[in-house]
């Protein structure tokens, strides 16, 4: 069984930035993608960024690129998200999420999930 557990969101004000991070176990690693998903209150979830567990590929959603960086320590299974110039649009809890193959960006791709971290950003 996979396990994921984001940590890193709290509050933090526009302009500012937050380092989330996703810490996976329980299964090896080496042919998955991690992405990072967000849903905002009364909003869908939306693909924010992902990354392969192997090369490093990584894929971003248009509206995040510029501004966040996907990265990964394989030895400590990690998967990072920086994020910089934070906005209030950016608002959310912020998930990981698993998937044994190439990068996907829809939420259905993906077959684990963590508990998901609160981002808050303050105008």
């Known amino acids: 069984q996979v396990q994921l557990v984001e940590s890193g969101g709290r509050l933090v004000q526009a302009g500012g930035s937050l380092r989330l991070s996703c810490t996976a176990s329980g299964r090896s690693f080496s042919t998955y993608a991690m992405g990072w998903f967000r849903q905002a209150p009364g909003k869908e979830r939306e693909f924010v960024a992902a990354?392969?567990?192997?090369?490093?590929?990584?894929y971003y959603a248009d509206s995040m690129k510029g501004r966040f960086t996907i990265s990964r320590h394989n030895a400590k299974n990690t998967v990072y998200l920086q994020m910089n110039s934070l906005k209030p649009e950016d608002t959310a809890v912020y998930y990981c999420?698993?998937?044994?193959?190439?990068?996907?960006?829809?939420?259905?791709?993906?077959?684990?999930w963590g508990q998901g971290t609160q981002v808050t950003v303050s105008s």
């Open positions: 990354i392969t567990w192997s090369v490093g590929l990584t």
């Open positions: 999420a698993q998937r044994a193959g190439p990068i996907g960006r829809l939420d259905v791709d993906y077959d684990y």
